[in-house]
């Protein structure tokens, strides 16, 4: 069983930087894959990122390629998403995920657990 709590949302202008963390419960946290998804108001979950449980391998949409970088540290039992040159888009509720796999996932139902969400919201 894993527990997964997010922070670090809030409010930023277009072209800035937020980091967010997750905070993960539970002993075998490095042996899940784990990964970020964010749902905008009236739109569909969707996938940002996602790492492997060894944080050797790591997937990206292509809408934040090259601006966001998912890391872990699994002595911390944490994942984080760096988020730089921000744009109002990138305006949504993101969600922390764990699934009981080695390698990442895009597909949300491949990800056992969930945190509460963090509010993202990009001014232009």
């Known amino acids: 069983q894993v527990q997964l709590v997010e922070s670090g949302g809030g409010l930023v202008q277009a072209g800035g930087s937020l980091r967010l963390s997750c905070a993960a419960s539970?002993?075998?946290?490095?042996?899940?894959?784990m990964g970020w998804f964010r749902q905008a108001p009236g739109k569909e979950r969707e996938f940002v990122a996602a790492?492997?449980?060894?944080?050797?391998?790591?997937y990206y949409a292509d809408s934040v390629k090259g601006r966001f970088t998912i890391s872990r540290d699994n002595a911390k039992k944490k994942v984080y998403l760096q988020m730089n040159s921000l744009k109002p888009e990138d305006t949504a509720v993101y969600y922390c995920?764990?699934?009981?796999?080695?390698?990442?996932?895009?597909?949300?139902?491949?990800?056992?657990?969930w945190g509460q969400g963090t509010q993202v919201t990009v001014s232009s």
């Open positions: 539970g002993r075998t946290f490095s042996r899940y894959a």
């Open positions: 995920a764990a699934g009981d796999r080695r390698s990442p996932s895009v597909w949300w139902y491949e990800y056992h657990y």
């Open positions: 790492i492997s449980w060894s944080g050797g391998n790591a």
